[in-house]
């Protein structure tokens, strides 16, 4: 193990995109580990990600987006310590990628780079080729605003899950909140703690999320997580707080 960068992506049932998403993620510049948490998959995606050369670790039934990215950090940290018994160097950065990526994970180079260069200790993704999606942005509405609230900055898609950060910034963060609130309130902790943020604009694109019954089901939970990690973090409305490291 010779890179700085290990890449983790949690994913359930990803398997007709999962071994493109690690091909991808394999060629990023610094990567020597790609670990996929599959959170209780009900179909390959386990195998077909060892197969394209990930290490794999499953859970036996789903825990949800923010428990699979905590054991793929575990993971790697694991791998640190047998890769070189004894012997404790510096900590890999974490990139973090959805499993639905595809070929465009290759592409996810530029989030990497201020993060190596100890330029950012979190870079957020903006996708530069928007899939149009379902929904009406209630969720998106809510997250950005409860940011905003709490920091004073508004990220243009805070709740995209394609993030690198250093390990010391993930560590802080933790633990993690719950499912769908994690995203939103990395960027709210990170802040908060000095920690600097920064958007990075790249060509990647997922899955675009529908109008079905399993698609409104899918907001309902991810509003219910987001409105609960802004519960135990809300600053009163018309509070404004400097904070070094505030983009």
Not at 103 to 117: K, M, N, S
Not at 125 to 137: I, K, P, S, Y
Not at 210 to 230: C, K
């Amino acid at each position: 193990m010779k890179g700085d960068v290990a890449v983790v992506i949690p994913a359930k049932n990803e398997s007709d995109r999962i071994q493109e998403t690690v091909a991808g993620a394999s060629g990023l510049p610094g990567v020597d580990l790609v670990v996929v948490v599959d959170d209780g998959s009900t179909d390959n995606t386990a195998g077909l990600a060892g197969d394209a050369g990930a290490t794999v670790v499953q859970h036996s039934r789903s825990r949800g987006k923010a428990a699979a990215m905590e054991t793929g950090a575990d993971t790697v940290r694991l791998a640190e310590t047998t890769a070189t018994p004894g012997t404790v160097g510096p900590a890999r950065h974490l990139l973090f990628l959805d499993g639905d990526l595809g070929a465009t994970a290759a592409e996810a180079g530029p989030l990497i780079e201020p993060v190596r260069a100890g330029e950012a200790d979190m870079t957020i993704a903006v996708f530069t080729d928007r899939v149009r999606q379902g929904g009406l942005g209630f969720v998106v509405g809510l997250s950005g605003a409860g940011i905003e609230r709490a920091t004073g900055w508004r990220p243009a898609q805070p709740l995209n899950g394609q993030r690198c950060l250093t390990r010391a910034a993930f560590e802080l963060a933790r633990p993690l909140a719950a499912g769908f609130g994690v995203e939103t309130a990395l960027t709210i902790d990170l802040l908060n703690l000095g920690m600097r943020v920064t958007e990075v604009e790249v060509p990647l694109a997922h899955r675009a999320t529908g109008n079905d019954w399993h698609s409104q089901v899918h907001r309902a939970r991810q509003f219910a997580d987001v409105a609960r990690a802004l519960a135990v973090r809300a600053i009163p409305i018309g509070t404004r707080l400097r904070r070094p490291g505030r983009p």
